[in-house]
């Protein structure tokens, strides 16, 4: 995946090996280069961590709005935020997160366009179950 060079353009290291896209330097320069970008590992923790809380927070948000105000399975009545997920209605749901990202990407995808019609809060269980089968267990009617 590299070429071997004569020396990184920053610090003069001889034969240096050329990784796509670190811009012809040596291994030391780019880690020094991205410690720097990044902060020391306490304040990247903390981007991390930050990052979740607002995908989780994203996901309550669309989960309540989907929901009917409550973060529960309109099937079942799971209310364990980590097993609930949105469900396509009419059926689709491979395609559409082809489209537009799976997991946040399709939650902001759903916030973004005005939370639209078509969608419901499931457990992931119940909405397997629909998908897989035509019909979930606690509902086989429906």
């Given at each position: ?6 020396a990184c ?11 796509k896209?670190r811009g012809l330097?040596?291994a030391d ?14 304040k990247?923790?903390?981007?991390v961590?930050t990052?979740k809380?607002?995908?989780k ?6 989960l309540?709005h989907y ?6 399975c ?5 209310t ?7 469900d ?22 759903l916030?973004?366009n005005s939370f ?6 499931l457990c ?9 089968f035509g019909?979930c267990p606690?509902?086989k009617?429906?």
């Amino acid at each position: 995946m590299g070429i071997l060079l004569d020396a990184c353009r920053l610090c003069g290291k001889e034969k240096t090996k050329f990784i796509k896209g670190r811009g012809l330097r040596c291994a030391d320069c780019w880690e020094k280069k991205r410690r720097r970008n990044r902060g020391t590992p306490e304040k990247a923790q903390k981007l991390v961590q930050t990052k979740k809380e607002k995908r989780k927070n994203l996901k309550i948000e669309v989960l309540r709005h989907y929901g009917k105000d409550q973060i529960v399975c309109v099937c079942c009545g799971e209310t364990h935020i980590e097993f609930l997920c949105i469900d396509h209605i009419h059926g689709g749901g491979s395609q559409h997160r082809k489209e537009v990202g799976s997991g946040w990407k399709f939650y902001m995808w759903l916030k973004r366009n005005s939370f639209p019609e078509g969608f419901r809060t499931l457990c992931h269980n119940c909405n397997a179950a629909r998908g897989i089968f035509g019909y979930c267990p606690h509902k086989k009617n429906g």
